[in-house]
């Protein structure tokens, strides 16, 4: 993760909160699960993650419930805090920094509410827009620019 300079993050792979009466550790998936949930239940994403990370948290997530959503999520996870990193695609007209307004606080409010820990940093990567019509394309106007011969389809 850039720019982890400062922010007082462990370097342990686990969070362990002491207490009178014992510790209560979080695992990284643990924060990473609670996150891609909170972003695939916010309004404009498309999906999270990509290429096979993308498949195999559609998969995941059918039959595990949606936990498969967290392995898209990279988190460092200190003692106190947390800093998450995520890519998704958004829906087509969606504006961008209202989405990632929400998400930001959608995920903020579930791991520190969930976990304890403060969330001090939430990077968003959009890779992609999704456009619904692609969906429903059956390959019908792949073939339409060969029918047009070798001239150009623009001036």
């Known amino acids: 993760m850039a720019g982890t300079e400062g922010r007082n993050l462990s370097t342990d792979r686990n969070t362990a909160a002491a207490s009178e009466r014992g510790t209560t550790t979080i695992a990284d998936t643990v924060v990473s699960t609670i996150a891609g949930i909170a972003i695939v239940e916010t309004e404009g994403v498309h999906s999270l993650g990509r290429g096979a990370t993308k498949a195999i948290g559609a998969v995941t997530g059918k039959i595990s419930g ?37 998400i930001r606080t959608h995920v903020t409010d579930a791991v520190e509410t969930m976990t304890g820990l403060e969330v ?3 990077n968003i990567h959009v890779f992609d827009v999704h456009v619904p019509e692609e969906d429903d394309d059956s390959g019908d106007d792949a073939g339409s620019s060969s ?9």
């Open 120 to 122: 001090v940093e939430i």
């Open 66 to 102: 949606g936990s498969g959503a967290g392995r898209s999520v990279k988190v460092e996870v200190g003692e106190k805090q947390t800093a998450i990193d995520v890519a998704i695609e958004v829906e087509y007209g969606v504006p961008i920094h209202e989405l990632a307004h929400r």
């Open 147 to 155: 029918d047009r011969g070798s001239s150009s389809r623009v001036r």
